[in-house]
């Protein structure tokens, strides 16, 4: 048994650099983070004959509350998050970042759950996790443990995706049902607890992502509705893009214990925070080439067709109700929930 | 869930549509008392299927809405007592006072503001921090009531000393009166509050009929239920045999719940209250009786507040809480208030009619035929 095991809570010692820093390092990071270029403990890691063309460079922190979720937790979330945004502009994620704000206080089993799991999908995903840091603050300085995730990754040649390629005709899709991650985070919230258990969607795109390219050569834009959910991300694409974005309610899926919860909450599916979906833009002749091979991937089995981006109401996302009318689905306001990622 | 679905049916609500449609007659003017209703009514399009000849206007049925600043200001004084806890429902926290300041502000200037889902929720608290006065912010109309008669007969029953409630509680017949009294808007027919009428029954409704000859209607919030209300609105205008109906009998009795009205009458007692936008309505607020008046925040920390600085003058909110007119027709409205940046306690409630507007609001959408065929 290691010498960290024999103390059960993070202590600002831990982040003092000392001798407690350096075991936690040796005995708990390295334990899982095992990247050859990590066991040095550089400054600084070097990236060995890098593909020279387009390199993509993306960051994020993570402070969702609490830290263990059903489907999930901040570690696995930070992994993804980044894999993803990564993803997202059709880019390999190669290799990442990890840094940690703990609170003094955080239990040793839970920090090593967190690594454990990070590890897990960094492996799952052949994303190499080459550099690190971690410090301790006191107690109600922070909230357990923030993570910031950083993340390089190569965008192959001609591939070009981005916010602002939608054109008037192109088919939206998505890869499954909206809301998951958000209403998994807010059932487990104090005081919120429903019968059913609500899984995060939480999971790493990069995989799902290169089938999709080697698909079609129309895409145009991939997003992930994280933040927001899907009603903030194709407002942002609508504006980005200078085009209308028009969804058909029908068409949008949602697990009923999802709309149930949002149901009982007051809240609309649109806007709750998805951590393993995917939205694609592309040209109109590629859509059922892109749908399929969302069909057959596990992690699209549910996709869907969901809407078109039009000319008519630039700026403005419609939905065609269930009921024959329509609705603007604008931008959320404020912070509907605080710390769901 | 399923019972969902069916409320929800294309094609039961089309066949509500055609009947309503089909009305040939004088224009009529409708209000949804309900906040909740009005947001439904922008949320599923529902404007978009009347003829033209059926205007639905929004009432003053958003308690945090109808919430006068005077309320806000001592509950900000409340919240700056030190040492003091204060629990809210969450909408309650943007709502700016005089001069602009919030619950929000106060909070990040170091008030200690926890949003709660449930007076229970605040009970806990109370029960946690022992040493620390926990002042619930009451508002709510009937529905929210008991549950806070509920949290203070169980405060009574466990001797909790440090929990208080600050009441804002209000009833909603009497608001109705207040705007039928006032005469400014003509109104062929009301949509009554479907969840308020569970607590007080549809018979706390009879007296618009029988007294001021308007027809009402129960409705729930489903779109089948909404469309359900307006046509049997319709068919009593037709008539012109103005009598009360609901149409939302699987939650609503006539004489509503017995035992929520009783825990609600046990601990408190009718007494004025101010309304935003109507001003002070007699018998329309609760107030902790006598016997329970140890609970009574106003009583125990005496708020007091100046009044430095002049409410925004320019919102309109009273008048969109009347039905006078429509948000849009307010100078402020999307221009500078927003949810992001409410100057009225319309725009910040998830039941408030200006946020209605700004989150579903089509009127921009010029491009588009009024009605959409079936």
């Keep these: 048994m290691s010498t960290i095991h024999n103390k059960d809570i993070i202590l600002l010692a831990h982040g003092s650099g000392g001798r407690l820093s350096h075991e936690l390092i040796q005995e708990l990071f390295l334990k899982y983070f095992n990247d050859p270029v990590l066991k040095g403990l550089e400054d600084a890691s070097l990236i060995e004959n890098i593909y020279v063309g387009k390199l993509a460079f993306s960051t994020d922190s993570y402070v969702v509350k609490p830290i263990f979720f059903p489907g999930g937790d901040i570690g696995k979330l930070a992994i993804c998050g980044t894999i993803n945004d990564l993803s997202m502009r059709g880019a390999r994620p190669l290799y990442l970042s990890v840094g940690f704000i703990i609170e003094e206080g955080l239990s040793i089993r839970e920090l090593e759950q967190i690594v454990a799991s990070m590890a897990r999908v960094a492996k799952e995903t052949g994303v190499r996790i080459i550099t690190g840091d971690t410090k301790v603050v006191e107690k109600g300085a922070a909230d357990k443990l923030f993570i910031n995730t950083s993340g390089i990754g190569v965008v192959p040649p001609g591939v070009d995706i981005s916010n602002k390629n939608g054109r008037e005709g192109d088919i939206i899709l998505i890869n499954g049902t909206i809301g998951d991650h958000g209403m998994a985070i807010i059932s487990q919230r104090e005081g919120l607890n429903f019968s059913t258990s609500i899984e995060s969607d939480c999971a790493p795109l990069n995989g799902l992502v290169e089938e999709l390219l080697k698909a079609s050569s129309n895409i145009h834009i991939l997003r992930d509705p994280t933040r927001g959910g899907l009603g903030t991300t194709l407002n942002e694409i609508s504006l980005a893009s200078g085009v209308g974005v028009k969804i058909y309610e029908t068409s949008i899926p ?4 999802v709309r149930i919860g949002c149901e009982m909450l007051g809240l609309d599916p649109l806007y709750l925070a998805n951590e393993g979906k995917l939205i694609v833009v592309v040209a109109m002749e590629d859509s059922q080439k892109v749908l399929e091979t969302l069909t057959n991937h596990h992690q699209g089995r549910e996709a869907r067709i969901i809407g078109t981006l039009t000319s008519n109401h630039s700026g403005l996302v419609v939905m065609h109700t269930n009921l024959g009318t329509q609705r603007v689905v604008s931008m959320p306001a404020g912070e509907l929930l605080p710390r769901i990622c | ?199 007080i029954g549809s018979k706390a409704w009879e007296f618009l009929p029988l007294e001021y000859g308007v027809p009402f209607v129960v409705a729930g919030f489903e779109p089948f239920d909404i469309l359900l209300g307006i046509e049997k609105l319709v068919e009593q205008c037709i008539e012109g045999r103005p009598r009360g109906a609901n149409a939302y009998m699987r939650s609503v009795k006539k004489e509503g719940n017995p035992s929520a009205i009783k825990i609600m009458y046990d601990v408190f007692e009718t007494s004025p209250a101010l309304w935003r936008g109507l001003g002070e309505i007699p018998g329309s607020g609760l107030k902790l009786k006598d016997k329970y008046s140890h609970y009574d925040a106003f009583l125990k920390f005496m708020p007091t507040f100046k009044a430095e600085i002049e409410d925004n003058l320019n919102c309109r909110c009273g008048e969109v809480l009347r039905g006078v007119i429509d948000p849009p027709q307010c100078q402020l409205f999307k221009k500078v208030c927003s949810p992001d940046n409410p100057l009225g306690p319309c725009m910040v409630s998830s039941e408030g009619a200006c946020s209605a507007y700004y989150l579903y609001g089509n009127y921009d959408l010029p491009t588009f035929p009024p009605h959409t065929p079936l």
């Design chain 2, 1 to 199: 869930m399923e019972i969902l679905s069916s409320f929800r049916d294309p094609a039961l609500s089309r066949r509500l549509v055609k009947i309503i449609r089909s009305y040939e007659g004088k224009p009529l003017n409708f209000m949804e008392f309900c906040g909740t209703h009005t947001h439904a009514v922008f949320k599923y399009g529902i404007r978009q299927l009347l003829p033209e000849d059926i205007k639905m206007l929004s009432g003053p049925g958003c308690p945090v809405c109808v919430t006068d600043s005077r309320d806000i200001n001592l509950s900000l004084s409340l919240a700056r007592i030190s040492g003091v806890i204060i629990t809210t429902f969450g909408d309650l926290l943007k709502v700016p006072g005089s001069g602009g300041k919030s619950l929000q502000t106060a909070k990040a200037e170091g008030a200690d503001i926890r949003i709660v889902y449930s007076t229970l929720d605040a009970l806990k608290i109370a029960r946690e921090n022992k040493e620390r006065p926990i002042i619930f912010l009451g508002i709510g109309f009937e529905t929210t009531t008991p549950t806070v008669s509920a949290a203070i007969l169980q405060a009574e029953k466990e001797g909790l000393e440090n929990f208080f409630i600050f009441s804002m509680h209000k009833l909603t017949p009497p608001a109705t009166r207040a705007i039928l009294n006032l005469g400014e808007v003509h109104l062929d027919g009301i949509i009554g509050p479907g969840h308020v009428s569970t607590v």
């Design chain 1, 254 to 257: 949602v697990r009923e214990p």
